[in-house]
């Protein structure tokens, strides 16, 4: 009989300790320091429908970079005609410089990455070069993807949920305050392979109006208003914006969770604002 042999086999495999499920982690995007990188990915989630929660791929380098050539930021579209860059754009240090370094959301890393089945677009911003790779590289590479889970990052495990949020400093990043029909000069999205013009709300674009269904223009239904967004209060006194629970999604207490701060490490949540608490642009009646 196999019976008992097969039932001590299977009792073994169950024994078996369990990989422990993908970290979920929170990443404070520093604003102060990359005003048009968080322009985009602002413009991104609160205009555009993209999802303030990505899941790491956890792909090489060269399988991400072809992600980046399918949604149009490789070759650089901000150096080669293709879109219109912003103009100025600033460095960490606070200096100007030009717009010539093309940052997308949802990022390549991630699954949600635009153009996938069943995924939206990618949203384009051209940014200056020195924020660009501050970002990418020293917060979200070597901080958030990098840093260990107990010290609040992924400790690169692929299939990590990762939640952004924005530090509030001021209106240098307009998109993160303004509301559905915020002024977003410069941003640009790729749709089914050809780049379009997103048209600052209330003024005639110059350019050929597209038919609707390829036009860039995110529908005014996807807009979360600023009244709507969290804004939560870290022990470092920064405060961040987040976007809401999407449909669906378990109501997020958010007290006492981490959030990271790219390399300069974490910060727990100590308090959320409602009402007229909130932030000026963040108050009731702000659509």
């Not at 089945?117 to 590289?137: D, H, K, L, Q, S």
């Not at 941003?187 to 003024?203: F, I």
């Not at 378990?250 to 959030?259: Q, S, T, V």
């Amino acid at each position: 009989m196999f019976i008992l042999p097969f039932i001590a086999f299977a009792a073994a495999v169950l024994a078996q300790p369990q990989p422990a499920p993908p970290p979920q982690v929170n990443f404070m995007l520093s604003c102060g320091l990359y005003p048009q990188v968080c322009n985009n990915k602002c413009y991104a989630v609160f205009r555009g429908g993209a999802p303030r929660t990505v899941t790491w791929s956890g792909l090489t380098q060269a399988q991400t970079g072809n992600r980046r050539t399918i949604a149009g930021t490789v070759p650089n579209p901000c150096c080669n005609g293709r879109i219109t860059a912003p103009p100025i754009c600033s460095n960490p240090d606070g200096t100007q410089t030009t717009c010539t370094s093309p940052d997308e959301y949802p990022y390549a890393s991630t699954d949600e990455f635009g153009n996938g089945p069943g995924n939206g677009p990618t949203f384009i911003r051209c940014t200056g070069i020195a924020e660009n790779v501050y970002e990418g590289m020293q917060d979200y590479n070597n901080g958030i993807l990098r840093a260990t889970v107990a010290d609040g990052g992924c400790g690169q495990r692929r299939g990590c949920r990762i939640t952004i949020g924005f530090q509030f400093v001021g209106i240098e990043s307009d998109a993160c305050v303004n509301g559905a029909n915020a002024r977003n000069d410069g941003h640009y999205w790729q749709y089914n392979g050809a780049y379009s013009l997103v048209p600052r709300d209330g003024e005639a674009s110059q350019e050929p109006r597209l038919p609707l269904l390829q036009r860039a223009d995110p529908p005014l239904e996807l807009a979360i208003a600023p009244e709507q967004r969290r804004e939560l209060v870290l022990d470092t006194g920064d405060h961040v914006i987040v976007a809401p629970e999407a449909p669906g999604d378990p109501e997020r207490p958010w007290i006492g969770e981490r959030w990271m701060m790219g390399a300069n490490g974490t910060a727990t949540v100590v308090r959320e604002l409602f009402g007229n608490e909130k932030s000026a642009p963040f108050r009731p009646g702000r659509k």
